[in-house]
């Protein structure tokens, strides 16, 4: 599936199971613990303590390049300051050649972009951050 797409890298995670395959030269390996995400890369780290109450942090659901628009030199589908309603797609995920929309898991606020436009990112790369509408 690599070798016939653009990617430079496909990772998969089932079950216990991750394998990670990268195009390139090899790179020093280390083992890589079940239950740990992907690095993220290209994005400012969070974590669940770092989030404030009532905002959201809308994370990849899978591995791939980030964008935000709909592709590749597309204009940003949200902005720093847009409000979004439930299910809007925010921002693009491309994997394996098929761009995979990113909705907003609830009505909020844009209040950041973790993740740099193009920038790899795996499972639980920090992409957005919501604050939550009230009521």
Do not use: C, M, W
Not at 42 to 65: F, M, N, Q, W, Y
Not at 97 to 120: Q, R, S
């Amino acid at each position: 599936l690599l070798k016939s797409s653009s990617s430079a890298e496909l990772a998969i995670k089932e079950g216990g199971l991750y394998v990670r395959v990268r195009r390139g030269p090899s790179a020093p390996t280390r083992p890589v613990a079940a239950s740990t995400p992907a690095a993220a890369v290209g994005a400012r780290r969070h974590d669940a303590t770092s989030v404030p109450e009532g905002d959201i942090l809308v994370t990849a659901k899978l591995v791939g390049r980030f964008y935000r628009g709909k592709g590749p030199g597309q204009p940003p589908l949200v902005t720093i300051g847009d409000d979004v309603g439930t299910g809007q797609i925010i921002a693009t995920i491309e994997a394996l050649g098929k761009l995979t929309g990113v909705p907003a898991p609830a009505d909020g606020n844009v209040l950041e972009v973790a993740a740099e436009d193009g920038a790899a990112v795996g499972y639980g790369t920090p992409l957005i951050r919501l604050r939550q509408a009230e009521g």
